[in-house]
């Protein structure tokens, strides 16, 4: 059973921008925290933006801060991450992932996981 979809990967120039979404087929209690993780070639997998179902507090990563808003539609159980000023370096498989406890960042705090969708960003 698919629970999380990811859409709205594709290829940008840099200094482009791109709307990832994930809908969530799964109970309320399960996505408390709904979040974003990307991977490039050879590296770990890193935290990018998480959000609070309840409350809408979010959360971000070093790397993304300043450039990215993650945002939801709980009535859609979907969540959005908007990536601005894309940079090269941005280039990897986006993960949504959901998580039954709040303000989780860590990837071991998210029991379900999205098929990824690829961004890359051209130079």
């Known amino acids: 059973q698919v629970h999380l979809v990811e859409s709205g990967g594709g290829l940008v120039q840099a200094g482009g921008s791109l709307r990832l979404s994930c809908v969530a087929s799964l109970r309320t209690s399960s996505r408390n925290t709904m979040g974003w993780f990307r991977q490039a070639p050879g590296k770990e997998r890193e935290f990018v933006a998480g959000?609070?179902?309840?409350?809408?507090?979010?959360n971000y990563g070093d790397s993304v801060k300043g450039r990215c808003t993650i945002s939801r539609d709980n009535a859609k159980s979907t969540v959005y991450l908007q990536m601005n000023s894309l940079k090269p370096e941005d280039t990897a498989v986006y993960f949504c992932a959901a998580a039954d406890v709040f303000g989780a960042t860590m990837q071991y705090e998210y029991t379900y996981w999205g098929q990824g969708t690829q961004v890359t960003v051209s130079s």
């Open positions: 959000i609070n179902r309840s409350t809408g507090r979010t």
